[in-house]
């Protein structure tokens, strides 16, 4: 196990372990914007076999459809408040490592909104791949 500080020392540290999961919040230092995500990308790119997990505050849209784009096995993005309860936490976890896809329902929401208004069909997803919450 390892923990990185930022973005680049995540993907440095990736490489250098070849992890089964990574879990980055989307701002990571040095900018505190994006830069969870790009190093997340940058993973999923070199290590197709890695489950990524990303957490979040704040909802964005774009930041699901990029991290789902291509092969959205083994991918999870989960908004942090929802993560408070450890069990349903782990069990996400899992399900991303065994090749599942984890969404938080918001995501669902936000991305099942657009779909409707702008007739466009939703981000491939195996319906055993959807996370039903409460």
Not at 40 to 64: D, E, M, N
Not at 77 to 87: G, H, N, V
């Amino acid at each position: 196990m390892a923990a990185a500080s930022e973005a680049t020392e995540l993907v440095t540290l990736t490489d250098e372990h070849r992890p089964e999961l990574v879990v980055t919040d989307i701002r990571m230092p040095p900018g505190r914007t994006d830069e969870g995500l790009r190093a997340a990308l940058v993973i999923r790119r070199r290590q197709p076999g890695t489950a990524v997990v990303v957490l979040s505050q704040h909802l964005q849209r774009r930041y699901a459809v990029e991290l789902l784009a291509g092969d959205p096995s083994g991918v999870g993005y989960l908004l942090k408040q929802r993560i408070a309860d450890i069990d349903v936490f782990a069990d996400d976890l899992r399900r991303v490592c065994a090749g599942g896809t984890v969404l938080d329902p918001e995501v669902v929401r936000l991305m099942m909104a657009r779909a409707r208004s702008d007739g466009n069909a939703l981000v491939r997803l195996r319906p055993a791949s959807r996370r039903c919450w409460p």
